[in-house]
């Protein structure tokens, strides 16, 4: 069979030949078609896979051929693998069917929403793709992540096909107005194509993208401040666009401060030392436990990925020198070099981040907003459960920091420490504009 049906999308039609050998090398043929204006017909082109170039071309431009390329590497192997299992027309893989009933009109619109703004090689719609934010059916859902090096970073699951498009379009741009364009858009012309659509979960989509363009807008208008800029935006006037009330926007604007982590840290070193978590008390505690904090808190999000006592083990002398060199700071006591003591600290901030969050989720806020909230800590919901399991109280975790120190029960995680530290370090280096030691 020479044109078996493998994949849609829009009006792009992709089919697949059976198995084919040359010279003893197997490989399959891909075919792409889709209608364009009444002159020509149709836009056609072949590329035998595995290969580096198409053939037959009809109509296609250079731009397209290599938005079409993106496919040919997604598609191929898969299609692939199903012709070598010998797959006949009956049962050859169509990736269309994977999708229920109504999914492919979501994903159309969506599609068509996207090409009018970015390139394909940016994004990725039903599978992975280097250096682009794609979205990939999984069990019961969706998922939306950014592909990089092989690796899906900042993975976000969607439990609904609406959800998932309006998060990646979420994802795939940062200007906050154009988001919100894009968001209307899609959800006008799914509105066309489709009379089945959940009211409800329209409307508390139409509510997630209001609060986090407001999100955006808070933390956009904050940084402006913080370099010395000003702001023409007021509450009143976020009011008077009439998206929201003044109560709302007023507990809104708390959470979003709550998040923040700068905020955070300065809040916690405070309450920390309040609540005795450290016995000995100066203003250098203070000082210390802030700093500790505000410069190296965000490692607190990643310690999920490793192990927590040996991590403590081995940094715990180095943030006191750190601290000590930086300030001069001579009179800050031995304790804190201590590994017990920082993990007390370190579990303390962790689970005040837990707290927070937990708040918010109460408020009724999405993780979409929570996410944008906590700013470069990018928390997510698969972090905060990771966290949740790391930052737990727990007599014996004590215990194994000192069987720890004495090398006793070392974990593999261990391994991990000084590559996480050390690219930690670069970047908080380079993000206060300092030059690193090993520069030239």
């Not at 139409?206 to 023409?232: C, D, M, V």
């Not at 180095?318 to 009179?331: A, G, H, L, P, V």
Request: glycine share 6%; with cysteine.
């Amino acid at each position: 069979m020479e044109h078996n049906p493998l994949f849609t999308l829009g009006n792009l039609e992709v089919t697949v030949s059976d198995l084919k050998y040359d010279g003893g090398i197997e490989h399959i043929v891909l075919y792409f078609e889709e209608p364009c204006d009444e002159k020509r017909g149709f836009n056609s082109a072949r590329f035998v896979y595995p290969g580096e170039s198409f053939s037959d071309v009809v109509g296609y431009t250079e731009k397209d051929l290599t938005e079409l390329m993106v496919h040919v590497h997604k598609l191929g192997p898969l299609a692939l693998e199903y012709a070598k299992e010998g797959c006949s027309q009956d049962n050859k893989v169509n990736l269309n069917s994977l999708l229920k009933e109504d999914d492919q009109k979501y994903l159309d619109t969506l599609n068509k929403v996207m090409r009018k703004r970015f390139s394909a090689t940016i994004y990725c719609i039903g599978g992975y793709q280097e250096e682009s934010v794609c979205m990939e059916p999984s069990d019961n859902g969706w998922l939306i992540y950014h592909g990089e090096r092989g690796n899906r970073y900042d993975s976000c699951f969607c439990d609904t096909i609406l959800y998932a498009c309006l998060t990646f379009i979420r994802n795939i741009s940062h200007d906050v107005s154009e988001i919100s364009d894009m968001e209307a858009e899609f959800l006008q012309n799914l509105s066309e194509h489709s009379k089945q659509l959940d009211g409800a979960e329209i409307e508390k989509q139409r509510k997630i993208g209001e609060q986090l363009f407001l999100a955006r807008l808070l933390l956009h208008e904050n940084e402006k401040a913080r370099n010395g800029g000003w702001t023409s935006v007021s509450r009143d006037k976020i009011v008077s666009w009439g998206s929201i009330t003044k109560e709302d926007l007023n507990k809104f604007i708390d959470v979003c401060g709550a998040l923040d982590p700068q905020k955070m840290s300065f809040c916690a070193a405070c309450d920390c030392l309040r609540e005795k978590v450290v016995s000995t008390y100066t203003d250098s505690s203070l000082c210390y436990v802030g700093f500790l904090y505000l410069r190296f808190g965000q490692c607190v999000t990643l310690l999920h990925a490793i192990n927590v006592k040996d991590f403590c083990v081995k940094e715990a002398e180095k943030f006191y020198n750190i601290y000590c060199e930086k300030y001069n700071d001579n009179s800050l006591h031995k304790c804190f070099a201590e590994p017990e003591t920082l993990y007390k600290l370190l579990n303390y901030y962790g689970q005040y981040i837990i707290k927070r969050i937990s708040t918010a989720l109460s408020e009724g806020y999405d993780w979409a907003i929570i996410t944008t909230m906590t700013r470069d800590y990018k928390i997510t919901e698969k972090i905060y459960w990771e966290m949740l399991e790391a930052f737990r109280e727990n007599e014996e975790t004590i215990k194994a920091i000192e069987e720890a120190r004495q090398g006793r029960g070392l974990s593999k995680g261990y391994n991990n420490i000084d590559d996480l530290m050390e690219d930690f370090m670069a970047e908080d280096t380079e993000a206060r504009g300092e030059v690193p030691n090993n520069a030239n």
